[in-house]
Structure formats: C-alpha cells, structure tokens
C-alpha cells in the first residue's frame, strides 16, 4: 500500500481538496507553493501511462475542476500540471498554482506551512470544487 492509499483511507492525514468514487485530490505536504495539489486515482497504479485509456482521460478531467477551484481559491495567473511519477509508485498528477514559471521549478526550496495553513488552503480549494 503506498503513501498516498494510506491518507485516502485515513491512515495517515492528509489535506483533502476534493474527490469522487475514482479519483482524490490533497494537498503537497512538500509544496512549491502555496495550493499546491495532487490529484490521485484510488485504485493504486504504479505510473500515470499504466492507467487504462477511459481513466486516464478521467483523471485529467477530475484534475481540470480541481484546477478551477485551486484558481479560485488561490492568487495565480495559471494552474500548472506535471506528471513526474518518480517520488510514489503510484500515479499522480501534481496541479501548481504559477505566478511565474520558475514557480513548477522542483529542486526549488519548498515551502513549510503549519497544519492551520494547509488547513485553511484546503477548505478554500474544497469550498470552490464543483
């Protein structure tokens, strides 16, 4: 069971965004910046291209509303996407609020938040996903 199956079932805690009956969207505990998102399926896939044709355009679908909100909810000109797939051996795709481009740069420093902020940063997400 990877990491991110552990906080969709409440083993571990994480920042819920958003989900449906396929798909799960928290927040980075390692973000780049503020509102950075990661949205999961719940069925445990290593890599996001062993995802089947019909869940794989679902996942990015559910990503685009979680983008929406994420837009609304927090100060940016555009919601980056990446698909990395090296840190969890299980499918992701990570949604980046960008100022800037240099904002969706991984090696940069990233940020420390309290739970209150990620706390507060997720019910603002949560609040504007339709």
Do not use: W
């Not at 609020?97 to 997400?125: G, R, V, Y």
């Amino acid at each position: 069971m990877t990491v991110f199956s552990k906080i969709i079932a409440g083993e571990i805690p994480g920042y819920t965004v958003a989900e449906n009956t396929d798909f799960y969207a928290f927040l980075d505990i390692n973000p780049l910046v503020k509102g950075h998102t990661l949205v999961v399926p719940k069925k445990e896939a290593d890599y996001i291209y062993d995802l089947d044709d019909r869940m794989a355009g679902e996942m990015f679908v559910f990503s685009k509303r979680v983008a929406k909100a994420i837009q609304k909810a927090i100060p940016c000109k555009r919601v980056g996407i990446a698909v990395i797939g090296l840190e969890v051996p299980h499918a992701h795709i990570h949604l980046i609020p960008l100022n800037q481009e240099s904002d969706m740069i991984f090696s940069n420093p990233k940020l420390k938040l309290t739970s209150e902020e990620f706390q507060n940063i997720a019910s603002a997400i949560a609040s504007r996903f339709e």
